[in-house]
């Protein structure tokens, strides 16, 4: 039997295409007997069927296995009669039954080329965004409150627990890592409105007293609009970025259009005992079935996947594999053997699959 059971929900759009190439790349990377991919239906489409975004079956493997590996799930036309897409609910629903407070969103600039940015070169934007990822201004989702049809208000939330765990969080992740392309200095930068409301105050003051236990790592403060200009300017400055649900949500997209895009962009979303790993982007309907969505996102998203399993269970062996996917990807879009066609090229899925595959060394 395989060590680690990997529940699997390819989902909608193009999750089915790019889910197989990244399982396709994490299996040969691994060897056999190492992880158990099981599939699990869910998502928008299933909806349409079944009356279920998460089936009950599903959440219980989600929660009962190792980790959790999602290709993309919605389809803008399954909404629910407030006009909310279902597909989201997927990992909504994961997200809060299973405490993934810590949604981790790695920038990092693979090719000069894929930049809008002058001059930025491979290795130069390399940081990662800590979303606060239970709390904020989306912990009110479905319960705000509309009042005649003339005010409605929605509230945003913080607690001492929740901004304590995701600041320790993105500390030890700083720990973890070599520090800013810029200087080298491990750094966390707390981003946050803390001049406008105390509830940004708050969340400040907090991760100022968490900084304490951390004295090798410098304590960064930037206003939410503020760093719209850095992430532009400096990205080179960023080692861990933490913020608040929907500054958290806003800026990572930033932050993965100065790198190419959200087909480069990986996702995990993960708590003290569970983790959900999926590319950043959406099903992107457009695209889907045509074997022309990028695998990228999800396949580094595995990457992801790896490195928290092997922190978890203290299990070198997958580290080692996690770099291994990594430095392929480097390699293959460095030499330009595949490029997808959102970085500029007009590489297939299963092009990028297979350049991957063959850098794997
Ligand atoms: P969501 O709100 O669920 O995040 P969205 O509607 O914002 O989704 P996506 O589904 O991510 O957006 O798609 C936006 C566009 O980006 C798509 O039309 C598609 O062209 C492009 N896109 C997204 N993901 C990829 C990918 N992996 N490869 C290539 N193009 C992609």
């Known amino acids: 039997m395989a060590k680690y059971q990997i529940a ?61 590996f999602h290709g993309a799930a919605g389809m803008p036309d399954v909404t629910y009669p407030d006009g909310t897409e279902v597909g989201n609910d997927l990992h909504l629903q994961l997200r809060f039954k299973l405490d993934l407070y810590a949604n981790v969103r790695p920038i990092r600039l693979y090719q000069g080329d894929f930049s809008p940015l002058k001059n930025r070169a491979s290795g130069e934007i ?12 989306y912990a009110s989702r479905g319960a705000g409150v509309s009042l005649r049809g003339e005010v409605v208000t929605d509230t945003l939330v913080m607690t001492r627990k929740g901004i304590e765990r995701v600041a320790r969080f993105a500390f030890d992740l700083s720990r973890k890592r070599n520090g800013a392309p810029r200087d080298g200095k491990r750094r966390l930068t707390v981003c946050d409105k803390a001049n406008i409301l105390r509830s940004y105050a708050f969340f400040r003051s907090v991760c100022d007293e968490v900084s304490k236990d951390y004295p090798d790592v410098e304590i960064d403060y930037a206003y939410a609009d503020a760093i719209t200009v850095h992430m532009v300017k400096k990205p080179d400055f960023y080692d861990v970025i933490v913020a608040e649900n929907m500054f958290g949500d806003i800026i990572s997209d930033l932050g993965a ?43 580094l998203s595995g990457a992801l996947m790896l490195r928290w399993l092997s922190d978890r269970h203290s299990d070198s062996s997958l580290l080692a594999s996690a770099q291994r996917v990594e430095r392929a990807v480097e390699a293959m879009l460095s030499e330009k053997i ?24």
């Not at 909608?12 to 299996?27: F, M, N, Y």
């Not at 390399?126 to 201004?137: C, P, Q, S, W």
């Not at 995990?268 to 079935?289: C, N, W, Y």
């Not at 500029?344 to 063959?358: P, Q, W």
């Open 8 to 68: 699997t929900i390819e989902g909608d759009g193009i999750g089915p295409e790019v889910c197989q190439s990244a399982v396709t790349v994490l299996q040969e990377t691994c060897g056999a007997g190492v992880l158990d991919f099981n599939q699990y239906p869910g998502g928008a489409t299933h909806y349409v069927r079944s009356g279920f975004v998460l089936p009950e079956d599903t959440f219980q493997a989600c929660r009962d296995s190792h980790a959790i």
């Open 126 to 137: 390399d940081y990662v965004i800590v979303r606060e990822n239970t709390e904020g201004l």
């Open 257 to 299: 259009a100065t790198v190419g895009g959200m087909g480069i962009a990986p996702s995990g979303e993960v708590g003290d005992t569970h983790g959900l790993f999926q590319g950043a982007h959406g099903s992107a309907p457009d695209i889907a079935g045509q074997n022309i969505a990028s695998p990228l996102a999800t396949v």
């Open 338 to 361: 595949a490029i997808p066609r959102d970085l500029g090229g007009n590489a297939s899925c299963t092009d990028v699959t297979e350049a991957i595959l063959k850098h794997l060394t």
